[in-house]
């Protein structure tokens, strides 16, 4: 797995350990555990709103959304989990 870095020469593969794992919690059945990069998606948007990271609980199956702040993003994309930009219509 490898995670893509912008330099000025434009981006560089960086490898990304397949073992990375992101702690987590389920607001709906309080349970704390740990996620693979593979099970989280992360949404950037032009807001705070709209910039979250998801994943479905492994013990109850809820879905699961939460913001993600800057530290957040940078932690999960440089970790490799698939990012979602989200875009604004034009008016």
Same mark, same amino acid.
């Given at each position: ?9 434009g981006?560089?593969p960086?490898p990304?350990?397949?073992a +990375? &794992?992101?702690? *987590? ?14 099970? $989280? !998606? =992360? ?20 879905? +699961? &959304?939460?913001? *993600? ?14 990012? $979602? !930009? =989200?875009?604004?219509?034009l008016?």
């Open positions: 797995m490898t995670a893509i870095s912008s330099t000025q020469s981006p560089v960086v990304v350990p397949d +990375v &794992r992101f702690r *987590a919690a389920c607001p709906d059945c309080r349970e704390r555990f740990e996620l693979a990069a593979g099970a $989280l !998606r =992360l949404a950037i948007g032009a807001s705070r709103r709209t910039t979250f990271y998801s994943f479905t609980c492994p013990a109850c199956g809820s879905a +699961v &959304r939460k913001p *993600a702040g800057e530290r957040i993003i940078e932690l999960l994309s440089g970790g490799g989990v698939r990012t $979602l !930009r =989200l875009h604004t219509a008016r």
